[in-house]
Every structure is written in C-alpha cells, then in structure tokens.
C-alpha cells in the first residue's frame, strides 16, 4: 500500500515557517517529496526518517503526516516505532477510514511483537538449554580429565613405591651377596689354615716313634682335617648362595621396556615395567 502522501498535498501549499527556511533545517516539501522517492525505491526506514525531520519541522503538520511515518516504519519492519505513530495518529487523526486502518495496523503488530517475542524467549530459553547441556558436556570432561589425572599420579606414586621396594630389595640382596662372599673367604681361610695344621700333623705323625705319639697326632690330624672340611664346604656354600642371590640385571625405571630370555625353544620375549 503506498503512503497517504497523495492525501498531503495540501501540505505542499502551507507556507514553510521561516525557521524551516534557514540554514540547517531541510524544506519539509522536499522532505516530503523525498520521503515518497524512499517508499517507491522501498527504503521504507529512509523514507520514515525523511517524514520524522517534516514532522519536526512542522508542528502544525496535518495528523496524517503521523500516519505515513507509521505506515513507513511498519512497511520497514520495526514494529514498536510504527505502534507508536499509529498510536499517536489515533489521539489526533480524524479520518474514519485511516483510524480503522490505524487500530487493524496496531492490533495485527502487537500480536506479531508477541508472536516474536514467543519465539525469541522459545530461541533464548532453547540457547540457554543448549549452553547448559554444553556447560554439563564440559564439566563431565573436566570431571574425568581430572579422575584420570589423579589415576595416573596415584599410579606413578604407586609404580614408584614399588620400584622403591624393588631397589630396596636389590640393595639388601647385594648386602646379603657381599657378606655371603665374605664368609666363603673366611672359610676358604679357615679351611686353610686347619688344613695346615692337619698337615703339620701328619708329618708329626710320620715322625714319631712311640705308638702314644701317634695316637696323639691321629687324633689331630681327624680333628684338623674335619675343621678344614668344614671351613671349606662352608666356604663353597657360601660362595655359591653369594653368586646366586648377586642381582644380575638392574631394576628397570617405571615405563622402560627390556629384552628378556626365555627357556630354549620359547623364544624371547619383552618385559615392561609400567
């Protein structure tokens, strides 16, 4: 529907007051007549603007005027500027038809500014359930980010207290190993040196001439030779456990991977310490 401009005619023939006329404030004729270029082109907000400075620059402009300004702003979509116009074109129009038309107008944008609000409160409470869902998505991982972050600390603390246990282990073996060696060098010496003896006894014992003699250093040599024994096989004993329980690899850090021997014929396989 075009303007009422056509029905503002007259307006052209109402002399412009000279405060219109001096500089800075635009013909309200040419206002006018620009506004209606603006509606034509459909550059309704434009042409609105354009009628709003004619409005402002008559004070006595025809109600109608009023009326254009809202059909302006309702063609360009903004509905509460063009409820507003048609609201006050109602306090002072006097045309029976553009009244009817002004309370169609009105009640037709009130129900489309309830309609979008509806739908912008639907699209806002609609975002709000999205962002919460996404906040309640973020919040979940950070939850398991977190859980699995003090799974690994509490797994490293938990590998290194076994790797601890493990080195204390190998350190008291070691020990064990070192003092085993230490005993199997004290018995071999032990063993030696009654086996010495045991042999100086025999020679004494090849030396005598009276049977007492030889009894006395028969007895010496059993008693040293069973006293080198001893020392001996304590001292073999001891030198195998110490070779034994000597550690021979060293204890792998928590995550290294090593090369393992398996029995002939099994292959070989690869042990990781986690």
Sequence with gaps: MRLVLILLAALMLVPVPARAQRGG?????????????????????????????????????????????????????????????????????????????????????????????????AAEAERKRLQDEADSVRKRAQQEREAAQRAEESNQLRLQAAYDDALTTRRRMQVTSFALGGVALAGAGVGALFGLQANGARNEFNAATD????????????????????????????????????????IPEPGEARLTLAPRGAGAGVEVSF
């Design 25 to 121: 404030t635009r013909n309200p004729k040419e206002l006018i007549k620009q506004a209606e270029r603006l509606y034509d082109q459909k550059k309704y907000l434009e042409a609105a603007e354009a009628l709003e400075k004619a409005n402002e620059a008559m004070p006595n402009a025809d109600s109608r005027l009023l009326y254009n300004i809202a059909r302006a702003y309702d063609q360009g979509g903004q509905a509460q500027q063009a409820i507003q116009y048609y609201e006050q074109y109602k306090a002072k129009g006097t045309d029976l038809q553009l009244l009817k038309r002004a309370d169609l107008f009105i009640d037709r944008l009130r129900l489309q500014v309830q309609k979008e609000e509806a739908t912008a409160a």
């Design 211 to 250: 049977l007492e003699t030889k009894l006395a250093r028969a007895d010496t040599i059993r008693s040293k030779a069973l006293l080198a024994d001893i020392g001996f096989g304590v001292g073999l004993v001891s030198a195998v456990a110490a070779v034994l329980l000597y550690p021979k690899d060293p």
